[in-house]
C-alpha cells in the first residue's frame, strides 16, 4: 500500500494503525513524506507490536525525532517479521540507524552494510552493536567517516569478539583514539575471522598497527607488509609483534621512518627470534640507538633466514655492522662487503667478525678509512687465523 505524499498527520495515522490493527494481507506500507511525527508513531508502534504480516515500512521523510525512532524499536523488539525499515529524512539521525538494526536483526539474507558518511555517533554505534552480538550473516561492515569515538567503538568491540562471520570491517576517518584502538586490538586477538580492518585516518597513531596486526594474524595470503612512514612508535610496535610470533607467511617488512626505539625493537626481536620465515626486514630511519642494534643482534644470531636487514638512518653507530654481520651469515650469494668509511670502531668490530667464523663465501672485505683500533684488529685476526 503506496500512501507517501498525502499529507497524513498523527490523526490519520491513527485512523490507519486502527485499520490495520488486525490486518492480515497488507506485506508492504509506504507513507514517506507525510506529517508523522512521535505521536503517529506511537500509534504505528502499537500497531505492529503484534504484526507478524507486514515486512517492509517506509516511514522516511516525516517529523520523527529520537523518541519516535526509540518508540519503533521497542514495538519491534520481539518481531521477526519486518526485515525493511526506512526512517531516512527524519528530523533524527538516530531514526536511520533504528532502521538498520531493524534489518540486521530480522533479514537473513543481509550480508554487507553501508553506513558511510552517516554522521553516525556513539549512541547510533550502541544501537548498532547490540544487533551484532549474535549476528550470523553480516560480512562486511562499512562505518566510514562517521563520527565514532572510542566510547562507540567499545560498543562495537564488545559485540564482534567472538564474532565468526565478519571478515571486513571498514572504520576509517573516525575519531578512534589509542583507548579505541586497544579495545579493538583486545576484541580481535582470539578472532581468527576478520581479514581486513580499515582505520585509517582516525587520531590515534596506534590504528594502523592494529590493522596491520590483524591482517597478519588472519590473513595466510598476505606475504609483504609495508607500513613505511606511518608514525610507528614502541608502544604501537607491541600490537605489531604479538601478532609475529609464531607467523609464517610474512617474508618482508618494512617499518623504516617511523619512531621506532630500541624499547619497540627489543618487541621485534623477541618476536623475531625464531622466525624461520622473514627473509628481508627494514628498519631504516627509525630511531634505533645501541641497545636496540645489540637487541637485533642477539635475536638473529642463530637465524639463518633473514638475508637482507636495512639499518641505515638510525642513531646507532652499531648499526651498519650489525647490518653487514647478518648480510654476510646468511646471504651465500654475496662475495663481496664494502664496509668503508662506516665509523666502526672496536666494539663494532665484534659484531662482524662473530659472523665472519666459518664464512665460506666472502672473498673481498674493505674496512679502510674507519675507527678500528688494536682490540678490532685482534678480533679480526682472531677469525681470519683459520680462514680459508
Same mark, same amino acid.
Not at 173 to 180: C, H
Given at each position: 500500500?503506496?500512501?507517501?505524499?498525502?499529507?497524513?498527520?498523527?490523526?490519520?495515522?491513527?485512523?490507519?494503525?486502527?485499520?490495520?490493527?488486525?490486518?492480515?494481507? =497488507?506485506?508492504?506500507?509506504?507513507?514517506?513524506?507525510?506529517?508523522?511525527?512521535?505521536?503517529?508513531?506511537?500509534?504505528?508502534?502499537?500497531?505492529?507490536?503484534?504484526?507478524?504480516?507486514?515486512?517492509?515500512?517506509?516511514?522516511?521523510?516525516? !517529523?520523527?525525532?529520537?523518541?519516535?525512532?526509540?518508540?519503533?524499536?521497542?514495538?519491534?523488539?520481539?518481531?521477526?517479521?519486518?526485515?525493511?525499515?526506512?526512517?531516512?529524512?527524519?528530523?533524527?539521525?538516530?531514526?536511520? !540507524?533504528?532502521?538498520?538494526?531493524?534489518?540486521?536483526?530480522?533479514?537473513?539474507?543481509?550480508?554487507?552494510?553501508?553506513?558511510?558518511?552517516?554522521?553516525?555517533?556513539?549512541?547510533?554505534?550502541?544501537?548498532?552493536?547490540?544487533?551484532?552480538?549474535?549476528?550470523?550473516?553480516?560480512?562486511?561492515?562499512?562505518?566510514?567517516?562517521?563520527?565514532?569515538?572510542? =566510547?562507540?567503538?567499545?560498543?562495537?568491540?564488545?559485540?564482534?569478539?567472538?564474532?565468526?562471520?565478519?571478515?571486513?570491517?571498514?572504520?576509517?576517518?573516525?575519531?578512534?583514539?589509542?583507548?579505541? !584502538?586497544?579495545?579493538?586490538?583486545?576484541?580481535?586477538?582470539?578472532?581468527?575471522?576478520?581479514?581486513?580492518?580499515?582505520?585509517?585516518?582516525?587520531?590515534?597513531?596506534?590504528?594502523?598497527?592494529?590493522?596491520?596486526?590483524?591482517?597478519?594474524?588472519?590473513?595466510?595470503?598476505?606475504?609483504?607488509?609495508?607500513?613505511?612512514?606511518?608514525?610507528?612508535?614502541?608502544?604501537?610496535?607491541?600490537?605489531?609483534?604479538?601478532?609475529?610470533?609464531?607467523?609464517?607467511?610474512?617474508?618482508?617488512?618494512?617499518?623504516?621512518?617511523?619512531?621506532?626505539?630500541?624499547?619497540?625493537?627489543?618487541?621485534?626481536?623477541?618476536?623475531?627470534?625464531?622466525?624461520?620465515?622473514?627473509?628481508?626486514?627494514?628498519?631504516?630511519?627509525?630511531?634505533?640507538?645501541?641497545?636496540?642494534?645489540?637487541?637485533?643482534?642477539?635475536?638473529?644470531?642463530?637465524?639463518?633466514?633473514?638475508?637482507?636487514?636495512?639499518?641505515?638512518?638510525?642513531?646507532?653507530?652499531?648499526?651498519?655492522?650489525?647490518?653487514?654481520?647478518?648480510?654476510?651469515?646468511?646471504?651465500?650469494?654475496?662475495?663481496?662487503?664494502?664496509?668503508?668509511?662506516?665509523?666502526?670502531?672496536?666494539?663494532?668490530?665484534?659484531?662482524?667478525?662473530?659472523?665472519? =667464523?666459518?664464512?665460506?663465501?666472502?672473498?673481498?672485505?674493505?674496512?679502510?678509512?674507519?675507527?678500528?683500533?688494536?682490540?678490532?684488529?685482534?678480533?679480526?685476526?682472531?677469525?681470519?687465523?683459520?680462514?680459508?
Amino acid at each position: 500500500m503506496d500512501l507517501s505524499g498525502n499529507h497524513i498527520d498523527d490523526t490519520g495515522t491513527q485512523y490507519l494503525a486502527n485499520v490495520l490493527q488486525n490486518n492480515a494481507t =497488507i506485506t508492504e506500507l509506504n507513507i514517506s513524506n507525510n506529517e508523522i511525527s512521535d505521536v503517529g508513531v506511537q500509534y504505528l508502534a502499537d500497531m505492529l507490536r503484534n504484526n507478524t504480516t507486514m515486512i517492509a515500512l517506509d516511514l522516511s521523510s516525516n !517529523a520523527i525525532t529520537d523518541i519516535g525512532a526509540q518508540q519503533l524499536f521497542n514495538s519491534l523488539e520481539t518481531n521477526k517479521t519486518i526485515t525493511k525499515m526506512k526512517l531516512t529524512a527524519n528530523k533524527s539521525k538516530y531514526c536511520e !540507524a533504528i532502521g538498520i538494526t531493524i534489518g540486521i536483526r530480522n533479514d537473513k539474507t543481509l550480508t554487507s552494510i553501508d553506513l558511510r558518511m552517516k554522521q553516525y555517533g556513539d549512541n547510533e554505534m550502541k544501537l548498532l552493536a547490540n544487533e551484532l552480538y549474535n549476528n550470523k550473516t553480516i560480512t562486511e561492515l562499512t562505518l566510514r567517516k562517521n563520527n565514532i569515538s572510542d =566510547i562507540g567503538i567499545k560498543y562495537l568491540a564488545d559485540a564482534l569478539k567472538d564474532n565468526q562471520v565478519l571478515t571486513i570491517l571498514e572504520l576509517s576517518y573516525n575519531q578512534i583514539g589509542n583507548n579505541g !584502538a586497544q579495545y579493538l586490538n583486545d576484541a580481535f586477538k582470539q578472532n581468527k575471522t576478520l581479514i581486513r580492518l580499515n582505520l585509517g585516518g582516525n587520531p590515534s597513531s596506534y590504528c594502523t598497527t592494529v590493522s596491520a596486526a590483524i591482517q597478519i594474524r588472519n590473513n595466510k595470503t598476505i606475504a609483504k607488509m609495508d607500513l613505511h612512514a606511518k608514525s610507528i612508535n614502541d608502544i604501537a610496535m607491541k600490537f605489531l609483534t604479538d601478532t609475529l610470533i609464531n607467523n609464517e607467511t610474512i617474508i618482508e617488512l618494512n617499518l623504516s621512518q617511523n619512531k621506532i626505539g630500541d624499547i619497540g625493537i627489543q618487541y621485534l626481536a623477541d618476536a623475531l627470534k625464531d622466525n624461520k620465515i622473514l627473509t628481508t626486514l627494514n628498519l631504516s630511519d627509525d630511531q634505533i640507538g645501541n641497545n636496540g642494534a645489540q637487541y637485533l643482534h642477539n635475536a638473529f644470531k642463530e637465524n639463518k633466514t633473514l638475508i637482507r636487514l636495512n639499518l641505515g638512518g638510525n642513531p646507532s653507530r652499531y648499526c651498519t655492522t650489525v647490518s653487514a654481520a647478518i648480510q654476510i651469515r646468511n646471504d651465500k650469494t654475496i662475495t663481496k662487503m664494502d664496509l668503508r668509511s662506516k665509523s666502526i670502531d672496536d666494539i663494532d668490530m665484534q659484531f662482524l667478525t662473530d659472523a665472519l =667464523i666459518n664464512n665460506e663465501t666472502i672473498t673481498e672485505l674493505n674496512l679502510s678509512y674507519n675507527n678500528i683500533g688494536d682490540v678490532g684488529a685482534q678480533h679480526l685476526a682472531d677469525i681470519l687465523r683459520h680462514n680459508k
